[in-house]
């Protein structure tokens, strides 16, 4: 597809479970990037890849949250021993270039932990 | 740290009526001031990114322009299809200390237009 396509749509789990989120960014954008949007509150940064590396990290919350990138496409963010504060919608984004192009956003996982 | 605040939360217009969203911001060094629309249950859609102060942006019934310190959304005869809510986020130059990679984003703005 011609967008950023993230799956699944929406998971729900048991607390303590661990949750594998997926991102298919735009084809050719080097650039790629995992947001969180909690109820009530903003869009809040995770994590930034430039190819297949991570130069920012500083978004992740704890050390449960991690993710990785393989041949410069595909991410996922994982998870471990969720917790119900991690409910939320887990939004990815791509771009052409890491610091001038505009971000183009998937629809987001929607993440309810029981 | 990078601030951003959207004013209102909330706005209700009636079909034709024009008005203004804001959004104030807070950053060292400002590289791009981007406005988003998301739909419920959709990711942000990306709308307008403004550079410098003065800068104007337009794009149908939708014109977005850019202060030291704050941008605006003007909205001139709304439709029913523009509710919607309103993203404004900072990108921060780099070497300005911190992150230049990520986007700083408001509260947004919920509007509806009503028919």
């Known amino acids: 597809g011609a967008g950023v396509s993230q799956s699944p749509s929406n998971k729900v789990t048991e607390k303590g479970k661990d949750v594998e989120l997926r991102c298919d960014p735009i084809?050719?954008?080097?650039?790629l990037y995992w947001y969180r949007q909690s109820l009530g509150q903003g869009l809040e940064f995770l994590i930034y890849?430039?190819?297949?590396?991570?130069?920012?990290k500083s978004g992740l919350p704890s050390d449960r949250f991690s993710a990785e990138r393989t041949g410069g496409s595909v991410s996922t963010l994982t998870i471990q021993r969720t917790q119900q504060e991690d409910s939320a919608v887990y939004l990815c984004?791509?771009?052409?270039?890491?610091?001038?192009?505009?971000?183009?956003f998937g629809d987001g996982t929607r993440l309810s932990i029981l | 740290e990078d601030q951003v605040t959207q004013s209102p939360e909330a706005l209700r217009l009636q079909e034709g009526e024009s008005s203004s969203l804001n959004c104030s911001y807070t950053?060292?060094?400002?590289?791009?001031l981007f406005w988003y629309r998301q739909d419920p249950g959709k990711g942000p859609e990306f709308l307008f990114t403004?550079?410098?102060a003065g800068e104007e942006k337009e794009k149908e019934r939708l014109k977005a322009t850019l202060t030291k310190k704050e941008s605006f959304l003007h909205i001139t005869a709304p439709k029913p299809e523009d509710s919607a809510t309103y993203l404004c986020?900072?990108?921060?130059?780099?070497?300005?200390?911190?992150?230049?990679?990520?986007?700083?984003f408001g509260k947004g703005t919920l509007l509806t237009v009503n028919p």
């Open positions: 984004a791509s771009s052409q270039q890491g610091s001038l192009g505009s971000q183009h």
């Open positions: 403004l550079y410098s």
């Open positions: 084809s050719g954008h080097t650039a």
């Open positions: 986020a900072v990108r921060r130059i780099p070497n300005s200390g911190g992150s230049n990679y990520k986007l700083t």
């Open positions: 950053v060292s060094g400002l590289r791009g």
């Open positions: 890849f430039q190819g297949n590396s991570a130069p920012d």
